[in-house]
């Protein structure tokens, strides 16, 4: 069974800029979530999705937005791209979001010049 | 809100047991889980205690939690440099409506050396 994957796994960017990060989910599962990892503020959750709806979101500004699609593929956005968005990127997988295991994905590092 | 907390470093000799150590502030927590992640990667679940238990056992890994004292532990035994990385407490917390989030520690990094 493949396991999560994402894409792009690097990505540099302007200022600015608008990007887009996509996440493929585990073949089954339905909920998927995105947490941003920097060295400052470690690891934050930033909103989940299930059956394209998202259910919860983390303290971001709009700028971070996202969305599912009907086979489950997720992608996030971020608008006017700061310095301080430069992280790794973590999408999670799992069957229901209620569950106990949550599988990650590789990540997509973004960097902001 | 939830909080949880790690020690940031760790040194051990390889062969030796390694003790990472976490503390949680979330009175509701379910489940209590560890990830290790290592250079450029993503999170690897390694395992995950049910708030009832005690103790769980899966081959080199023990993870005992005090409920009480909101203190969850990770012991490897027979330490390799292969477990060099970073290892992540985290307590999923529950929104209303039953659906879930993971907060996560800081992190702990282990250096395993010969």
């Known amino acids: 069974k493949a396991g999560v994957t994402q894409t792009p796994r690097y990505l540099i960017k302007t200022r600015g800029q608008q990007v887009t990060l996509s996440c493929s989910p585990i073949?089954?599962?339905?909920?998927v979530s995105w947490y941003q990892q920097t060295p400052g503020q470690g690891l934050q959750f930033l909103f989940e999705?299930?059956?394209?709806?998202?259910?919860n979101k983390g303290n971001f500004p709009g700028r971070f937005s996202g969305r599912q699609f009907s086979n489950s593929r997720s992608e996030m956005n971020v608008s006017t791209l700061e310095l301080g968005d430069s992280a790794l990127y973590l999408c999670?997988?799992?069957?229901?979001?209620?569950?106990?295991?949550?599988?990650f994905g590789q990540g997509t590092r973004l960097t902001v010049v | 809100g939830e909080d949880v907390e790690q020690s940031l470093f760790l040194s051990v000799r390889e062969g030796d047991s390694s003790v990472i150590n976490c503390t949680y502030t979330d009175s509701s927590s379910t489940y209590l889980y560890w990830y290790k992640q290592e250079p450029g990667a993503g999170l690897q679940l390694l395992t995950y205690?049910?708030?009832?238990?005690d103790m769980k056992q899966d081959q080199r890994l023990t993870v005992l939690l005090n409920k009480k004292d909101k203190h969850l532990s990770l012991r490897i035994a027979d330490t390799q440099t292969g477990d060099s990385a970073i290892y992540f407490c985290?307590?999923?917390?529950?929104?209303?409506?039953?659906?879930?989030?993971?907060?996560f520690g800081a992190g702990t990094r282990l250096a395993v050396h010969p």
């Open positions: 999705y299930f059956s394209e709806t998202q259910r």
């Open positions: 985290a307590d999923l917390t529950m929104f209303s409506g039953g659906y879930n989030k993971l907060i």
């Open positions: 073949s089954g599962h339905r909920s």
């Open positions: 205690i049910f708030s009832n238990m």
């Open positions: 999670a997988s799992s069957p229901q979001g209620r569950d106990t295991e949550a599988f």
